[in-house]
């Protein structure tokens, strides 16, 4: 289905006990449209990338990609049906080396345990360890590949989680704070890497605090308050919403 959205959920809720913690959501991404799910805290952005990566079943809804419905499809296969994702905080191994940390990432795509189990040394020039590398070439890390990944300062550390992110060849990249942490130099950075990324294809969804790096990067923002789509639009229409400024006000996180 070459004109479905990359992404679609159609009145996604999720519940934990009693508490409502996203309520009837419903939102598409266009192919190549670079999106932003923003909203002050709590309001539900990692547990969406939560529910659309399967770390959490859904409540009610359904989720499509590429007009597939994926609601049911086990995490570790959501892979391969497209989509991949960041973590909020970063889930390196600090004591593996980067390039061992990238191919770590493809176990839900490799079916041959041995080959991840084997330390990054012993294992021959397979095709994991050639993709894991061409990634890491993309993404201008090459050089830090034998690194040990603890040694290295934490803008780094975020690029590595990109770039592990983006080898399975993911149709939808789902990035959490991608930015959080970073300096001004690096934030720019990854602004230019994201923006190329997109520019071969993929389509970003990226959760982002910091309004200027989405103004930037984005041209489509989903807004969240409590669990719930507050508004949805440019950067510059969401801006101009009444409830989005009131969710903002209304919060520390602006
Ligand atoms: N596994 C869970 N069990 C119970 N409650 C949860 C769970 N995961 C998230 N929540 C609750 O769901 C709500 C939304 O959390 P979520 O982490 O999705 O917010 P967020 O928008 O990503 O916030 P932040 O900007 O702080 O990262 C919060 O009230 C949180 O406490
Ligand atoms: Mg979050």
């Known amino acids: ?18 508490l409502d913690v996203i309520r009837n959501l419903s939102f598409e ?15 539900g952005k990692s547990t969406v990338f939560n529910l659309v990566s399967g770390v959490y079943p859904v409540t009610a809804g359904r989720i499509r990609v ?15 049906r497209g989509v991949s994702r960041s973590f909020q905080n970063i889930r390196l191994v600090p004591h593996l080396s980067v390039l061992e940390n990238v191919l770590i990432g493809q176990t839900p795509r490799i079916s041959r345990l041995a080959e991840v189990l084997y330390p990054v040394r012993l294992v021959r020039n397979s095709h994991w360890k050639r993709e894991a590398m061409g990634a890491l070439e993309r993404a201008g890390l090459a050089e830090l590949a034998g690194s040990q990944v603890d040694d290295l300062p934490y803008g780094v550390q975020k690029q590595i989680e990109v770039a592990r ?53 984005c041209e489509h923002v989903v807004v969240l308050d409590f669990g719930e789509k507050i508004a949805e639009g440019t950067p510059a229409e969401v801006r101009r919403e009444p409830r989005v400024i009131e969710a903002y006000l209304g919060s520390d996180a602006e």
Do not use: Y
């Not at 670079?34 to 002050?40: D, E, F, M, N, S």
């Open 66 to 80: 590429n007009g597939q419905d994926i609601t049911d499809v086990p995490s570790r296969l959501r892979m391969s």
């Open 165 to 217: 992110a983006l080898l399975g060849g993911a149709d939808v990249l789902l990035l959490d704070e991608p930015a959080a942490g970073l300096n001004p130099e690096e934030t720019e950075e990854l602004r230019e890497r994201l923006r190329n990324i997109a520019d071969q294809g993929t389509t970003l969804v990226v959760v982002e605090h910091d309004m200027q790096f989405v103004g930037a990067l």
């Open 29 to 43: 991404v266009a192919r190549g449209q670079r999106t932003a799910l923003i909203g002050p805290n709590g309001a």
């Open 1 to 18: 289905m070459a004109d479905a959205p990359v992404l679609r959920l159609d009145g996604v809720s999720k519940s934990f006990g009693g």
